[in-house]
């Protein structure tokens, strides 16, 4: 079975400090793995995924994630904080029992201060 | 245009109430999925359909029932509602490949009383 663990359910940085949300998952089959970013009161945006090709992930808004088989982590980070960076980031996994579906971490909440 | 779109947006009703919330995508995707977000859970899946013939109980899909009309549009159904189903539905849409994005619409917040 798949399971998403995301450790800090809400993070404080300040504007221009480096980013870094936690990400650890479970699965018995080779993973595929996304981060998705909600904004207040909008739906969820992909900001990247990885799919076995390049271990180090590359997305939208400069953040970018490391898949380490090792440490069965997928963590986000981006250098510089923004304040406009303030919202809702969710780890998932594609699960296997159903089909495409994506199982969740439980989310964190950025805060970005100035 | 949005690809992915939820009508209602906001939905307030009361205990025992019928409801249907409605998902329509332009994606052309053959796969979509109801998912409920509730406050420090994360989205979890309440069912899911591969085509129009396929649908699929997920992890929470006891209180609530679906129809995929067609390729394009898939409800999900409270057919009596209780104030525990006060939540954030979102409806998403997938192509048919692990590594395939899921889509999400905008989010129908229900409030039961």
């Known amino acids: 079975a798949q399971s998403v663990t995301q450790l800090g359910s809400h993070v404080s940085v300040s504007e221009g400090a480096l980013v870094l949300l936690r990400c650890n998952y479970s699965s018995s089959v080779p993973p595929y793995l996304f981060w998705y970013v909600q904004y207040p009161n909008q739906g969820l945006q992909l900001l990247l995924k990885?799919?076995?090709?390049?271990?180090l992930v590359k997305g939208i808004n400069g953040f970018e994630a490391e898949f380490k088989k090792s440490e069965t982590s997928f963590h986000l980070t981006k250098p510089s904080a923004h304040m406009s960076d303030a919202a809702e980031y969710f780890c998932?996994?594609?699960?296997?029992?159903?089909?495409?579906?994506?199982?969740f971490g439980k989310g964190t909440t950025l805060s970005v201060s100035s | 245009d949005a690809d992915v779109t939820q009508t209602p947006r906001n939905r307030i009703t009361k205990t025992g109430k019928r409801i249907m919330l409605e998902c329509s995508q332009t994606?052309?995707?053959?796969?979509m999925y109801w998912y409920r977000q509730d406050p420090g859970l994360g989205l979890r899946l309440i069912y899911y359909s591969f085509d129009v013939k396929d649908i699929n109980k997920g992890e929470i899909s006891d209180g609530y029932s679906v129809s995929r009309q067609a390729q394009a549009k898939f409800s999900l159904s409270l057919e009596s509602a209780i104030p525990n189903q006060t939540a954030l539905y979102f409806c998403?849409?997938?192509?048919?490949?692990?590594?395939?994005?899921?889509?999400f619409g905008p989010g129908t917040r229900l409030t039961v009383l």
């Open positions: 990885y799919t076995s090709a390049a271990t």
């Open positions: 994606k052309g995707h053959d796969r």
């Open positions: 998932a996994v594609r699960g296997v029992q159903a089909g495409t579906a994506l199982i």
């Open positions: 998403a849409t997938s192509g048919g490949r692990g590594t395939d994005t899921q889509y």
